[in-house]
């Protein structure tokens, strides 16, 4: 049974911003990695804003969602805070349906930080993430790997 969650910002403490900078964003990629290889979850898509991410993903059988988002927001925690960077209290979860259409999902991460203008739409956005499953199909309906302009308008 798959138990798929939807747009999913978890944010850090405002004004503090820069989980998209390199360092910061090379770890959130690797507890990424480590939370799938433990069966925590596996990502279907994600972006790592300046101050937020959105993700998708779909649960293991043994991790409850607050579980999770505990394991990877406190081994994060300490390269937060070298610099001066904390989580936001709380997130926003969405499960859903089995029958509820992806698509609109993966638009919404994909486009965000186009729609926050934090590059020309020419450029793909490192903090950007697909697993190779969805990015078979996901990626046929982009603009060679961006969006089409039409999508930002």
């Given at each position: 049974?798959?138990?798929?969650?939807?747009?999913?910002?978890?944010?850090?403490?405002?004004?503090?911003?820069?989980?998209?900078?390199?360092?910061?964003?090379?770890?959130?990629?690797?507890?990424?990695?480590?939370?799938?290889?433990?069966?925590?979850?596996?990502?279907?898509?994600?972006?790592?804003?300046?101050?937020?991410?959105?993700?998708?993903?779909?649960?293991?059988?043994?991790?409850?969602?607050?579980?999770?988002?505990?394991?990877?927001?406190?081994?994060?925690?300490?390269?937060?805070?070298?610099?001066?960077?904390?989580?936001?209290?709380?997130?926003?979860?969405?499960?859903?349906?089995?029958?509820?259409?992806?698509?609109?999902?993966?638009?919404?991460?994909?486009?965000?930080?186009?729609r926050a203008d934090l590059l020309p739409q020419s450029e793909r956005w490192p903090g950007y993430y697909?697993?190779?499953?969805?990015?078979?199909?996901?990626?046929?309906?982009?603009?060679?790997?961006?969006?089409?302009?039409?999508?930002l308008q």
């Open positions: 049974h798959r138990r798929d969650h939807g747009e999913r910002p978890v944010h850090l403490q405002r004004p503090a911003s820069g989980l998209s900078e390199p360092v910061l964003l090379a770890a959130l990629n690797q507890q990424r990695l480590t939370l799938e290889a433990e069966g925590h979850w596996a990502v279907r898509t994600w972006v790592v804003m300046p101050d937020h991410l959105h993700a998708l993903f779909t649960l293991g059988a043994k991790t409850s969602l607050s579980e999770c988002l505990r394991l990877m927001k406190g081994r994060l925690s300490p390269a937060l805070r070298k610099r001066q960077l904390s989580w936001q209290e709380g997130y926003f979860d969405h499960r859903m349906r089995p029958d509820e259409d992806r698509l609109p999902v993966f638009l919404y991460i994909f486009l965000n930080p186009y697909c697993s190779s499953e969805d990015w078979e199909w996901f990626a046929s309906l982009t603009n060679s790997n961006v969006p089409f302009p039409e999508w």
